[in-house]
């Protein structure tokens, strides 16, 4: 698998100006010049930053900034120093400034406070304090990508999609989307209220939440029955490759004449590390590329490839998608579609197809800059398109229905020929000692079970697509 490449993008000095506009531009050089780390990232709101490389700066000998929109910069400037109600020091409107330039370029774009790096650092160590969700902006409010497993969002029922209109009884359109967000974190302990618009809802949803210490374990697996399994990856952190092996490797362990089918489930997960989610398409894949990167320099121009290593053994996969199926997580399922590693089922994923670099500047500072669009290995951009599924199944839910009364079978009919375990059952030597036909009891089990369609069906192909191997083998005898 190619390593990761140090990242070097070029920037804009701007030329001498005139008196009036000299602290405007030397502000606006020392944001510039800055010298930085590159984090290449895959995801969803709030980040979750990659490894950091050294990058270098490249000057750039193309036309200096124009002076007019200096000038109007530097004016803007100095009329709310003079004349705002009330006094704001300059390093918070240079703060203020450089947020707004960030939020205007896309959605995934943004300054980091040095509250907002250190999260952000705390967030790819698998740790950080909040309320567990993973969220996007929508027409100024706050929009739920997807809660993480187990946390106190998830527990509260918050659901992927619903919008934050407010927060602690403050409306979220009369705030900066980053102090929006901000408010949302916390001591651990301490509670925040959430009102929520949900399409399906017609009345605001108050939740109350209390923060927590999220500490999210980003691959779970189980046994669903003998011979399958299914594993989750709830979001794509620094050490989640690692930890599909291991659980891949725990799986065989656990079944030592192997697997005959997989489910891996990608449903709401909402990105993360670009690596992370190579690294995880390679457990699967032994050969060809997994997905490549094109930006405005060569230097943001990357391929990535598979190993020969098959810690999957070869295992006969369905990968699960929905509409919160977001940027690394698409990766995923874009490699294994286009090399035919594995049937995607579900619906339509989120679309998010471009990679934000983290670049630190020089006051503990930095800013997430979307950098480059990341493309499946055939070719196709996932950006605001998405991935569509192989087969297509809506979400829902499974009501098994119980046996009716009044269905009989043969062996209910009087005089019926017996079947091979009747004769050798020395029990019953006659027709009148059968015994009548009556319904089977309901257990209050059945009475309401319901379980996870998609994953149902997931569960059929796999044992259809079993089937169908046996047979073959059995014709190649």
């Known amino acids: 698998m190619n390593a990761e490449q140090p990242f070097r993008f070029r920037q804009i ?84 400034a450089v947020r707004g330039m960030l939020a205007g370029l896309d959605p995934h774009s943004a300054y980091l406070s040095v509250d907002d790096y250190d999260n952000l650092q705390e967030s790819t160590e698998g740790e950080f304090g909040g309320l567990g969700i993973e969220i996007g902006e929508e027409d100024g409010y706050i929009k739920i990508i997807t809660p993480l497993d187990d946390s106190p969002a998830s527990r509260a029922g918050v659901m992927p999609g619903d919008l934050i209109i407010e927060i602690n009884g403050r409306p979220v359109r009369d705030m900066m989307i980053n102090d929006a967000i901000e408010m949302l974190r916390g001591e651990i302990g301490s509670s925040v209220d959430l009102t929520l618009a949900r399409e399906s809802v017609a009345e605001p949803i108050d939740l109350t939440l209390t923060r927590e210490a999220i500490s999210s374990v980003s691959v779970r697996h189980r ?22 092996v291991d659980a891949l490797n725990e799986l065989a362990e656990q079944n030592p004449d192997g697997l005959e089918g997989l489910v891996l ?55 699960l998608i ?70 297509e199944v809506d979400e829902g839910l499974v009501t098994r229905q119980t046996n009716r009364r009044g269905v009989y079978t043969e062996r209910d009919l009087e005089g019926h020929l017996p079947g091979t375990d009747e004769l050798e059952d020395s029990q019953i030597e006659s027709p009148e000692d059968m015994p009548a036909p009556s319904p089977r009891p309901i257990t209050s089990s059945e009475q309401v079970v319901v379980s996870d369609y998609q994953l149902n069906e997931a569960l059929t192909l796999l044992k259809g697509w079993s089937i169908m191997d046996r047979g073959r083998r059995r014709q190649a005898q």
């Not at 002076?67 to 004016?75: G, H, P, Q, S, Y």
């Not at 046994?223 to 599909?244: C, D, H, K, W």
């Open 265 to 319: 489930d990608l449903r709401n997960n909402p990105g993360g590390v670009l690596i992370a989610s190579v690294e995880t398409a390679d457990a699967f894949l032994t050969e060809g590329r997994v997905v490549y990167t094109e930006g405005r320099f060569e230097e943001t121009d990357e391929s990535f490839y598979a190993t020969e290593d098959d810690p999957s053994r070869g295992v006969p996969l369905v990968v």
């Open 223 to 244: 046994m669903l029955e003998p011979g399958f399994a299914y594993m989750r990856i709830s979001q794509f952190r620094v050490n989640t490759g690692g930890e599909v």
């Open 13 to 96: 000095i701007p030329a001498s100006a005139d008196k009036l506009l000299a602290s405007a531009t030397f502000l606006l050089a020392s944001l510039l010049a800055a010298p930085v780390s590159a984090q290449p990232l895959a995801e969803g709101l709030p980040p979750e930053a990659g490894v950091a490389q050294e990058g270098t700066v490249a000057l750039d000998t193309r036309d200096p900034l124009p002076i007019e929109e200096v000038r109007l910069f530097a004016e803007a400037l100095e009329s709310i120093r003079n004349a705002y109600v009330n006094e704001i020091d300059d390093r918070t409107l240079i703060d203020y």
């Open 322 to 391: 929905n509409a919160g199926t977001a940027s690394a997580a698409e990766i995923v399922s874009g490699a294994l579609q286009d090399q035919g590693r594995a049937v995607i089922m579900g619906t339509q994923s989120f679309g998010k197809g471009s990679v934000q670099t983290v670049m630190p500047l020089n006051n503990d500072r930095a800013i997430k800059l979307t950098t480059s669009r990341y493309f499946t290995p055939d070719g196709r951009s996932i950006q605001a398109q998405g991935i569509a599924p192989d087969i």
